[in-house]
């Protein structure tokens, strides 16, 4: 596995627009999930099991775990547009693995094609335990599109 | 748009093994969601809109309104199957069709094909404002399978 | 079941852009595909079941029938399209319920959401009997991006 | 892009079986589509850009690309599993990323998870031109069954 602390960060100026944007996320402050990489074209989302993020069987939920894999996959995207542009996810589709198990999930979104008006991302996900196991628990894919001008 | 108090609830048996284990999903209590029906083959789950579940411009976050999804179409799955078992998503794809405005979004997932393995299942989310207004923002389909035995 | 030749046929120019266009593809020639039903958003293609369209087991082979209902979903889009306009498809995702059994299947592309930009399309497959036996064989969703101007 | 011929092969017996169901899919040889790699866990196939297999612009037509795709993935799943089981598609979903352009595409199918019921590929199909140039055209993921005993 990949030591994700080894990978080049993206410039400051990028870094500090989807810091700006994550923070406004009202959903991801909720969970407890953190920004933990910004790279170009690639971001990891970080988010720490407990009770609060949880299905059923104690599992985080997939709901949660696609959250963040949406997040870090829109973000991935919005490392390449020019400075006044947004992004919204079109569609995703997830397959889940495995039970998301660990001490916490990792979201890792990379983009794989990036056009003039659309994005196409990988979104995986990780359970990760504090010893430094990790394991694929989601997989997917993911459409964005790129919005010009502010939309706030 | 159809009227959801019209349609026929699942048995109380039904009805009490879903709200037992919706009780049970942390994530759901923690985002503030709700059931709001259990049809045989057809679950609603509603979520208010509120700051703790938005995305950075205000509307509900995809992950908020894909995890209410991801539970509505898992639970209209459970209905149909036999006392002892259980379920687990497989996969999804959703796309957001429109920005996810609204006092509440409601989750409605159908059973599309019910199998011995797998189900199919379709899913709808409505934007839905207090005076009645309602607009389709997002549309999916998922993969579940059943699982036999208990599983806690 | 609904009965297809129930349903009101768009106008003749739009009948005729279709048909000139979906005449232009080889593959539904080479299939055996033809357009059996333009409406205002929606489009039907059936495909006569034969040994050249089969997988291994004697069926349609799952990628004849995503090959019509793809068509069949385009097709849709376009006709709410205006006249110098072409479609693309971004992605799909399909689900195959059941082996596309029968005498023919029958790809029926319905217009879900018809954006500026991106238009979605549920699709569905029918496995059909001549003595009229219809069964839902697979369901899908998919995504398209109208393209302005003429591209030839 | 790697070279496929460098990857290690299946064994004689697996790969005898794949060919020999790959030779019962009638759509995959009226395509012209030819089994080019079989190794544990990926499978490569390839069609030649002809008349017969295009859309209305003259690329590979997506219902063709998806096609091979689809194959690769099945055929992918089957040289993991015992000798007396089939696979069928469950589901896929597949972006198409650019015109599929050039003098064949190659779709290769690469398992992701295999489990004792389901299995998930990877789907990614190449516009290849004959002095080399590869470029990814379509990108997809799969999900699969597996069905005991004999099914012919």
Redesign the interface.
């Known amino acids: 596995m990949e030591d994700p602390t080894r990978q080049e960060q993206a410039g400051p100026a990028v870094r500090a627009r989807i810091e700006e944007?994550?923070g406004?996320?009202?959903?991801?402050?909720?969970?407890g999930a953190r920004l933990t990489h910004i790279g170009t074209g690639r971001v990891h989302i970080v988010l720490p099991a407990?009770?609060?993020?949880?299905?059923?069987?104690g599992y985080v939920?997939?709901?949660?775990t696609?959250?963040?894999a949406?997040?870090a996959g829109g973000y991935a995207a919005l490392t390449l547009f020019p400075e006044d542009c947004?992004v919204?996810?079109?569609?995703?589709?997830?397959?889940?693995?495995?039970p998301a198990a660990g001490d916490r999930v990792e979201a890792v979104g990379t983009v794989?094609?990036s056009g003039r008006?659309?994005t196409?991302c990988?979104l995986e996900v990780y359970g990760v335990r504090d010893h430094g196991e990790r394991k694929?628990v989601a997989?997917?894919?993911q459409?964005l599109?790129r919005v010009d001008g502010p939309?706030?």
Not at 50 to 57: A, D, Y
């Open positions: 944007s994550f406004r996320q009202g959903l991801m402050a909720h969970l407990r009770p609060e993020v949880t299905q059923q069987h939920h997939a709901g949660a696609s959250a963040i949406d997040s947004e919204l996810t079109v569609e995703y589709k997830i397959n889940l693995l495995a794989l094609r008006t659309l196409v990988q694929l997989n997917g894919q459409t599109i939309r706030r």
